[in-house]
């Protein structure tokens, strides 16, 4: 916990020295960017605000609900976070649904005609997975780049990445192929690839985007922190346990707002969104980033929530799942008529 916290003090003080003023880290919480949003509403001349809003965008969206009930129109919330979670529930959830994910995409792999690295039933390819990912902690593979091997975390971050997209699990079998030795040598590179990708890495070295960064900073701000070092090592265990091959990319989210040193004061709790608009809320069931039992909680708090439910896998559903999820959201969104009640795709 004490590293995270440390890392955190760091990049919150490169990411100050980079904001002007540097006080607006102060502000960068979800209700001060729905009031914004209100603003942008009434520039645009819009009565009320359509909104599709995807993972933290379920967040943002419904704080607008909450705040601005009789501006809100049409809105569909994609892979939701249930706002009465905490930082730590949020972190186990996804412990849980990061893992459950590997297990889809072994399964996957193995029943492909493809050919697959991952021999045996289930649980021993995700074993091999797990080995696989250990071993480079002593040696990290080569790669095409000589000054970049595949290390450990980037390892993790490649396979990791790979669960918020079905799309690219035909690259992870095919960089797992190459990682594990099976076609040659172990050659790190199609892994490196699919980490770097992930992350927005460019050839350059230069990153296309701060998503990670700021979404942290923002969470920060959404999220008090609770707990203390002893607590935090407590749930870093269950974290660890409930998730063996991710639980190291996700450990001690309260530690690093500590560190970080913009701190909340903000309650987390239900969200219901009186007076609102009905407000359409996507679930999917092999979500690992938002678990579907969040989809199914925001829609159970909204007062006007209808939960639509995609069995898929990957990180929510609208523009890569089906006709049947498109059909539902784009009815609503352009004529406002809701999909039957209990819809599953």
């Known amino acids: 916990a004490a590293a ?55 967040y943002l969206g419904a704080t607008y609900a909450e705040l601005f009930p009789a501006n809100t129109g049409r809105l569909v919330l994609d892979g939701a976070v249930d706002p009465s979670l905490s930082a730590a529930d949020l972190t186990l959830g996804q412990a849980k649904g990061f893992e459950a994910s590997l297990r889809a995409y072994v399964q996957n792999c193995q029943s492909s005609k493809l050919g697959c690295p991952l021999s045996g039933d289930v649980d021993s390819g995700v074993s091999q997975v797990r080995e696989f990912l250990e071993s480079t902690k002593a040696a990290p593979l080569p790669t095409s780049d000589d000054k970049r091997p595949l290390t450990y975390d980037l390892a993790v971050y490649g396979v990791l990445g790979s669960m918020y997209q079905t799309q690219l699990w035909p690259s992870l079998t095919l960089a797992l192929s190459q990682a594990m030795g099976k076609v040659g040598s172990p050659d790190g590179s199609a ?17 296309s985007g701060n998503g990670a960064e700021a979404l942290m900073a923002v969470n920060c701000l959404d999220y008090p922190v609770q707990g203390d070092n002893a607590s935090w090592e407590e749930e870093a265990k269950a974290v660890n346990e409930a998730s063996p091959t991710f639980g190291s990319q996700l450990l001690y989210p309260d530690a690093y707002c ?22 359409l809320v996507v679930g999917t069931t092999g979500d690992p980033a938002t678990p579907y039992a969040w989809s199914q909680a925001l829609a159970d708090q909204l007062e006007s929530g209808q939960l639509l439910t995609w069995k898929g896998n990957g990180h929510t559903a609208y523009g890569r799942s089906n006709d049947c999820v498109k059909k539902a959201v784009d009815t609503y969104l352009l004529n406002g008529t809701m999909p039957d009640k209990g819809l599953t795709c």
């Open 258 to 279: 500590q560190g970080w040193g913009h701190t909340s004061s903000r309650k987390r709790e239900k969200i219901t969104a009186s007076g609102a608009a009905p407000i």
């Open 191 to 207: 892994l490196l690839a699919i980490a770097d990708a992930v992350s927005s890495r460019q050839s350059d070295g230069s990153y």
């Open 4 to 58: 995270t916290q440390e890392r955190a003090q760091k990049m919150g003080e490169a990411c100050a020295s980079k904001t002007s003023p540097a006080g607006l880290l102060d502000h960068i919480d979800t209700i001060s960017a729905a009031k914004d949003l209100d603003i942008l509403r009434a520039v645009d001349g819009q009565q009320a605000l359509t909104y599709l809003g995807f993972s933290y965008g379920t």
